[in-house]
């Protein structure tokens, strides 16, 4: 699986981006998706992940109610919805996958662990300015 994410960009604290990760091959919707990021100087960290059929989010507690993981698997496709957006949130944020399904997982913060996943997309910047 080949991952391609973007939508990064410039904005200004409270504005709103939307990034997209788009995979190829036929068996995208087998794997649990999430998007990481990693800000300079820091570790890589949880952001959020979404079941295999997209019934089922899981979020970091400090975007919960501020950003909204969502996918279309008939595109391939895994989008990100940012807003209310704080310049804490600056980093580059890459997406993953990992075989194992979320929906029903437990305990479900092993999903936040970067080494279950698989395959990783490169990055896209994601710049908030205050």
């Known amino acids: 699986v080949q991952l391609q994410a973007s939508g990064g960009g410039l904005v200004q604290a409270g504005g709103s981006l939307r990034l997209s990760c788009v995979a190829s091959?036929?068996?995208?919707?087998?794997?649990?998706v999430a998007w990481f990021r990693q800000a300079p100087g820091a570790k890589r960290e949880f952001v959020a992940a979404i079941s295999r059929s997209g019934g089922d989010t899981y979020y970091m507690d400090s975007v919960e109610g501020r950003f909204t993981i969502s996918r279309d698997n008939a595109k391939n496709t895994v989008y990100l919805q940012m807003i209310s957006l704080k310049p804490e949130d600056t980093a580059v944020y890459s997406c993953?996958?990992?075989?194992?399904?979320?929906?029903?997982?437990?305990?479900?913060?092993?999903?936040?662990?970067?080494?279950?996943?698989?395959?990783w997309g490169q990055g896209t910047l994601v710049t908030v300015s205050s």
């Open positions: 091959g036929r068996t995208f919707r087998s794997y649990t």
């Open positions: 993953a996958v990992v075989q194992l399904d979320l929906l029903d997982a437990s305990p479900r913060n092993i999903f936040q662990n970067p080494t279950i996943y698989n395959y």
